[in-house]
């Protein structure tokens, strides 16, 4: 089975600054898709950034970037210029292309930007 | 356009009762997906629904069932209600099965078990 794990609880920066939250997953698969989602106090999860394991590019969306490492199963994402709207609960999630059509999550980063 | 509806937003039910929580996917969406979030066990999937069948179950006890409508809307019931059964229950829709369509969540309704 999947995991994904996210070695920080919380994270607090100052705002704009840069800031890297980390994850890392273990599959044995070797096509799949990695999500970053943002779930704000709305409690609606927003999809950030995704990435498909097979495309070595790293994927960007503007002022979030991935560092996606295959061979390391790591996946971490980076958010430039952080302002005060990215303050959320940040979750990795892992999801295969066979079997069970299912987001594995992380256990969540809960970042803060301080004005 | 109108983005994922889940109703009621918040809900307080007392152990044993029974409880129907709906999810109106967006429109054209055909696959429904549900999440239950708890602080000590996180994000943990129930089950998919696409073209009004249950294509996966996660690993939950038979309390909990779910159903897709030929609308694609669809609504989740736990039975027996226990005060483990307290979540942040969240649904996705997406306009097809695969990872590749993207899923789209909405708000998410708020059971609390007394």
């Not at chain 1, 800031?19 to 704000?40: A, G, H, I, M, R």
């Not at chain 1, 503007?62 to 940040?90: E, P, W």
């Not at chain 2, 309390?63 to 226990?82: A, D, I, K, P, Y």
């Not at chain 2, 059964?85 to 097809?96: E, I, K, M, R």
């Amino acid at each position: 089975a999947q995991t994904v794990t996210q070695s920080q609880p919380e994270m607090s920066v100052q705002e704009a600054e840069t800031v890297t939250l980390s994850c890392t997953y273990d599959t044995s698969e070797s096509n799949y898709y990695l999500f970053w989602y943002k779930q704000p106090p709305s409690r609606q999860m927003i999809l950030v950034i995704r990435q498909e394991a097979y495309k070595q590019q790293n994927a960007t969306e503007n002022r979030f970037s991935v560092n996606f490492q295959k061979a390391a199963k790591s996946f971490s994402l980076k958010i430039s210029d952080s302002q005060l709207g990215d303050t959320a609960m940040y979750f990795c999630a892992f999801m295969s292309l066979q079997g069970a059509q299912k987001l594995v999550f992380g256990q969540g980063t809960r970042l803060t930007i301080n004005p | 356009k109108a983005g994922v509806t889940q109703t009621p937003r918040y809900l307080i039910k007392t152990r044993g009762q029974q409880v129907t929580l709906s999810c109106s996917p967006i429109s054209g969406h055909r696959s429904v997906s549900w999440y239950q979030q708890t602080p000590g066990q996180g994000l943990q999937f129930l089950f998919e629904y696409f073209s009004e069948t249950q294509r996966n179950k996660g690993n939950f006890p038979g309390r909990f069932s779910g159903r897709q409508f030929s609308n694609s809307r669809s609504e989740m019931n736990v039975s027996t209600l226990e005060l483990g059964d307290s979540a942040l229950y969240l649904c996705a829709s997406s306009p097809n099965r695969g990872p590749n369509y993207g899923y789209t969540f909405g708000s998410g309704t708020r059971l609390t078990v007394v």
